[in-house]
């Protein structure tokens, strides 16, 4: 048996017992677990798509150590299927977040480790609440990877009343990859809460990178801007309306700056929640996300390269509420006439514990 099987089931078997037993309830600090597993069955709409249709299933876990009220640190693990010709032949273990906190208060906190840096709302937000099966299309963008995505070095957060600021200083060359002494992002976000339910946020990035071209130290730089607003207002004592809207300003590194043009995107989201009586089902959420990518070019031509997507959802909680099933899909739309649009759906089961 490979080493990421067996890590995966000491992780698995150590997170079940410990998160339905007393270490869930603060009987062992040192021994905290949490995570999720989603299954899905995806059935996709691209024409001659192979295949058309199959199941798949991802597992995370986070272990959650704390040693004090000032000292504390995460470990987190995503496991999925690895298919070689057809076939599962084993786990694919990636690491996620591998950071060190030091809390000096409640609203000072220091971070060191490998985390997502604090820029870009679609892609920060937590796996387990999202409203859809996957992440907003956008988060894929080239440009997009420059400024989000996760990185290894130092994050600094401020939190006070109405008011959360990150600082955050990494490699810039992402998570998992190769350091480079002249790749490094420089990433500060501030959020204000002006009222209960209401979060407006702005990011803003410095990427580096080097010349491809040459053999010296010269770097190109490229700013990145994030602008969000979240919004969480009752309708009524079993019911919330959530929106979310955000806007992106992502430069693409290049020898001249001038000769390029910017890549932009944005994306807004709108969920209801329903709260219901019923044993089975809990709560019931629909949601649609549009979202529009417009990516970064040379020159003064538009080559008309937008795509983009509309995605749709039904969130049904189960029981706990902690069982979510998602009946939905996501439409691809494409500013070039030359490619015809598709719409992949989706059934999946999601799991916290």
């Known amino acids: 048996m490979k080493v990421t099987k067996l890590v995966l089931i000491v992780f698995l ?25 989603i299954s899905e069955l995806y059935v996709y709409g691209e024409e001659d798509a192979d295949p058309d249709m199959g199941f798949n299933v991802v597992a995370s876990m986070e272990w959650l150590p704390t040693l004090n009220d000032w000292l504390d640190g995460k470990i987190a693990f995503k496991a999925k299927p690895t298919n070689y010709e057809g076939e599962i032949e084993d786990l694919s273990l990636t690491t996620e977040d591998i950071v060190a906190n030091l809390r000096f208060n409640e609203n000072i906190t220091f971070t060191m480790g490998q985390f997502k840096r604090p820029f ?8 387990s609440s999202m409203y859809f099966l996957s992440r907003a299309v956008l988060t894929g963008g080239s440009e997009f990877k420059n400024f989000g995505k996760r990185d290894i070095g130092a994050n600094l957060n401020l939190s006070f ?76 004592e079993t019911s919330t309306v959530n929106f979310v809207g955000e806007y992106l300003i992502l430069e693409q590194p290049s020898a001249d700056n001038s000769d390029m043009n910017d890549a932009s995107a944005y994306a807004f989201t709108l969920a209801p929640e329903f709260e219901l009586e019923g044993t089975a089902i809990q709560a019931i959420r629909p949601a649609i996300r549009y979202e529009n990518y417009n990516p970064g070019y040379a020159g003064s031509t538009d080559p008309q390269n937008d795509y983009g997507a509309i995605d749709f959802c039904l ?3 189960l029981y706990s509420g902690r069982n979510t099933v998602q009946i939905g899909g996501r439409n691809y739309t494409f500013q070039n006439s030359d490619i015809e649009g598709y719409t992949d ?9």
Request: hydrophobic share 35%; aromatic share 14%.
């Open 345 to 353: 759906m989706y059934l999946g089961w999601r799991m916290k514990f």
């Open 161 to 236: 009343d109405m008011v959360n600021f990150d600082v955050a200083f990494t490699n810039g060359s992402g998570d998992n990859e190769p350091e480079d002494d002249s790749n490094k992002q420089f990433t500060i976000r501030g959020e204000i809460e002006p009222l209960d339910g209401i979060t407006i946020a702005a990011a803003f990035g410095r990427h580096t990178v080097d010349d491809p071209d040459t053999t010296n130290t010269d770097t190109w730089s490229a700013n990145g801007m994030d602008f969000y607003a979240v919004a969480e207002h009752p309708l009524s």
């Open 315 to 317: 969130n049904l909680d």
């Open 120 to 127: 870009g709302y679609n892609y920060t937000r937590s796996s």
């Open 13 to 37: 078997l150590a997170g079940t017992v410990f998160a339905s037993g007393e270490f869930a309830t603060g009987g062992a600090e040192l021994l905290k677990f949490k995570g999720y597993l």
